[in-house]
């Protein structure tokens, strides 16, 4: 293909991140000097480097170290104290005009800017320790228990009062007043059974919707902590289930709401029957009906108050609490995800949500300090994740609505995550900036073990968004290779559809071929399996190649592996990689994909049609 044919990378810009190839691995502590490196591509007109740091409010300018060099790029060092608890840097590059006047460029974590920044996207050091490997080094698996198998058992269980019975191949109701009553009767002892899909799969964590007894399919309303659903099989069957997922290697996390509780727990009974009971201490009382409140003014919900210190001590505080209860033997859960993270601890003037989640990151690292604390936060986490409390976040807003908006169709019918609007189409630089935004709000350690989902109990499907085969390929390659931890909604990987959160709260199709799609699954797999066989993809740094509307190129990279990948959802002429992109890589693995990269006189091209993707190894 002539070369006219094949539009130019524009010249790669500087470049850092929190990952090993320019920071050290290790926590540090108050007092360290930290050396941060920055790789400056020649031919940028780049004369010196300098680190600005903000300590103790007040920012300073120190000149950085060229440290090595070679034809494609210089590598500058500095040293960063680390003087507070999360200390924020970013560079400073002295750039002539094209006049030969003087002027300047920043880097900070949304990229180079010819223009004075703000410190909002500044790059973090953090003393604070970071998720355990495990979780990024993996991939979860979710499970929602009443619509992924039923045992056997399932059918000796009377039937819930507040169920409403369906057939297992019954598709599930998206709105109407039975979405919440709809009984399928999955059970523990049924994902017990299947655990070895999630091995064939290639996952590594099992993480399930709540156990503890409700009146709703979901049990986001429980009425007891105490003990676990019977209608589920019990405390026998959710331990049971916990010793087999780890004899196959699998972690397992749960799923706590520490924002409410349902109007039937037995705490909230207490309290409405007695206002000199302590428990009365634990909700907020009002004077408008009903008298409480709820969770989103819905009275089946009532909301905790962590003004209770008994309340804290119950829920959260020490290995008695509930969070610490189910950590412990007979169950030994490795984790927890924690519903409506945003609110818990937020009413009004009241802001204890930092508080909450310091208290629980201490519960779980006293019981297990491998123990993984993940928040469910739909909208801007940024402000939550300092890296003191929660380890991660539920990343709808840097990942999923992004990569949304790239593949779906002009003419979406599949409404927007809670927005009065079909899911709209936008070009590859709005995504990547979006992404970028987030992502540069919060340290380098929480962006690499972020939930990453293409969809969840609570969305529509991935395969309604996208709607082919070769799209849900694209979407799953960003899952797989982009930094953070994989998330997979149990269904997706054989296909299943939903155009709301109710809606793909399907059943798995375990006796159902005509809804299992066999392409799909092996997709899943291939991509998982390049995932697990790539420490670039697990645990390298980001740096993005190329972004126009319709192909997304990176490098994911630590000091022993450099990995490429490739994404395009139309057919796409192709680009030439600048020669700093690849450094002295001389051939390319592929590892997945059909995209083609030819390497010419040393000069690197890909091309191909779209939707198609590529990951490679450079080497």
Known sequence: MPDVALPAVTTPSAHHDGSALHVPAGTPSLGDTVPVRVRVPRGTGVRDVWLRTVRDGEPRLAPA??????????????????HNPVTRYRFFLDVPGRDGTSGYRWLNGRGTW???????????????????????????????????????????????GWAVPARWDDEPHGSGPDVGVQYYGGDLAGIEERLDHLVALGVSTLYTTPVFPGRSNH????????????????????ASLIRAAHARGLRVMGDLTTNHTGDGHEWFARARADERAPERDFYYWTDDDPGYVGWLEHASLPKLSYGSRELAERMIS?????????????????????DVA???????????????????????????????????HFHDATGDLAGDGWHANMNYSAFTRPVWTWLAPQDSAVPYLGLPVRTPRRGGGSVVEAMRDFDA???????????????SHDTPRLRSIV??????????????????TPVVFAGDEVGLTGINGEHARATMPWDSPERWDAATFDVYRSLIAVRRGSAALRRGGLRWVHV??????????????????????????????????????????????DLGLSVHDGAWRLAGDGPAVGVWRLT
């Open 114 to 160: 010819d223009r004075d920044v703000p410190d909002a996207a500044d790059f973090r050091l953090t003393v604070h320790d970071p998720a355990p490997a495990w979780l990024s080094d993996g991939v979860v698996y979710q499970v929602f228990p009443d619509r992924f198998a039923r045992s056997a058992g399932a059918d000796d269980r009377p039937l819930p």
């Open 342 to 376: 945003n609110m818990t601890g937020r009413y009004g003037a009241e802001d204890r949500t930092h508080e909450v989640a310091r208290t629980l990151r201490a519960t779980m690292r006293a019981i297990d300090p491998d123990a993984a604390l993940v928040a469910e």
């Open 548 to 593: 126009d509307d319709d192909a997304l190129v990176y490098l994911r990279e630590t000091p022993d592996e450099r990995v490429l990948v490739a994404v395009a959802r139309t057919p796409w002429p192709g680009v030439r990689l600048h020669p700093a992109i690849v450094g002295g890589a001389r051939e390319a693995e592929r590892l997945h994909g």
């Open 318 to 338: 020490g290995p008695d609490s509930v969070v610490g209860r189910y950590l412990r033997e007979p169950f030994g859960l490795d984790g927890w995800r924690i």
């Open 441 to 455: 709000a919060v340290p380098w350690r929480v962006t690499a073990a972020q939930w990453n989902m293409l969809g």
């Open 65 to 82: 170290r060229l440290e090595r060099s070679d034809e494609h790029e210089d590598w500058y060092v500095a040293d960063v104290l680390v």
């Open 467 to 484: 709607g082919s085969l070769d799209l849900v390929e694209v979407a799953v390659t960003l899952l797989m290779t982009y930094p953070g």
């Open 219 to 238: 049990r986001y309303d429980a009425g007891t902590f105490g003990h676990v659903d019977p209608v589920l099989g019990g405390d026998a069957a959710y």
